[in-house]
Antibody, heavy 119, light 107 residues
Framework: EVQLQQSGPELQRPGASVKLSCKAS????????MYWVKQRPKQGLELIGR????????DYVEKFKNKATLTADTSSNTAYMQLSSLTSEDTATYFC????????????WGQGASVTVSS | DIQMTQSPASLSASLGETVTIECRAS??????LAWYQQKPGKSPQLLIY???SLHTGVPSRFSGSGSGTQYSLKINSLQSEDVASYFC?????????FGAGTKLELK
């Protein structure tokens, strides 16, 4: 069974950084993209970027290029996203999601990780 | 970036009814479209990909159709477990973009 297990909720101060994790199991980690998606409270979904764990190449959506850093550790089948210089605009739930190389949809999702930025 | 306009924003329907949700792309996306279902407090789940292909394990009462810039998701014989928000997503061109969502409630 494919599973993406995300790290727990975070409460951070403005200006801080946070690193979220997404541990994959039930499939070959290096054979699928890993996407990261943002969802603000009661809002829609917004793609942040993706990483190819095979070679750690990344594609970021322009507005997140100075906000998010995506990495992957093939020894632990874990993808990471670091968010820097946090503001209230970063308060959201962040999902990791797997996507096949050949078909660019997202066919399995993590449970989401809540990040709250507050002083 | 390709803009995805989804309608309606909310929808109220009765059990057993058929509902349709629409998604319009700002340019031709050549069937590079997925539909996701998100139940309250849960993560999105893939329903449909390539505009009309049913993902594994998804009930056959869900179907997708469309081409070019116009796409739709149809739910036949609405069940109580279908209460959720539904999102379309284009993956024809990066960055992949989502519709704003449709919240489906029971009447």
């Amino acid at each position: 069974e494919v599973q993406l297990q995300q790290s727990g909720p975070e409460l951070q101060r403005p200006g801080a950084s946070v690193k979220l994790s997404c541990k994959a199991s039930g499939y070959t980690f290096t054979e699928y993209y890993m996407y990261w998606v943002k969802q603000r409270p009661k809002q829609g979904l917004e793609l942040i970027g993706r990483i190819d764990p095979e070679d750690c190449s990344t594609d970021y959506v322009e507005k997140f290029k100075n906000k998010a850093t995506l990495t992957a550790d093939t020894s632990s089948n874990t993808a990471y996203m670091q968010l820097s210089s946090l503001t209230s605009e970063d308060t959201a739930t962040y999902f990791c999601a797997r996507g096949p190389y050949e078909q660019l949809y997202m066919d399995a999702w993590g449970q989401g990780a809540s990040v709250t930025v507050s002083s | 970036d390709i803009q995805m306009t989804q309608s309606p924003a909310s929808l109220s329907a009765s059990l057993g009814e058929t509902v349709t949700i629409e998604c319009r792309a700002s340019e031709d996306i050549y069937n590079g479209l997925a539909w996701y279902q998100q139940k309250p407090g849960k993560s999105p789940q893939l329903l449909i990909y390539n505009a009309n292909s049913l993902h594994t394990g998804v009930p056959s009462r869900f179907s997708g159709s469309g081409s070019g810039t116009q796409y739709s998701l149809k739910i036949n014989s609405l069940q109580s477990e279908d209460v959720a928000s539904y999102f379309c997503q284009q993956y024809y061109d990066y960055p992949y973009t989502f519709g704003a969502g449709t919240k489906l409630e029971l009447k």
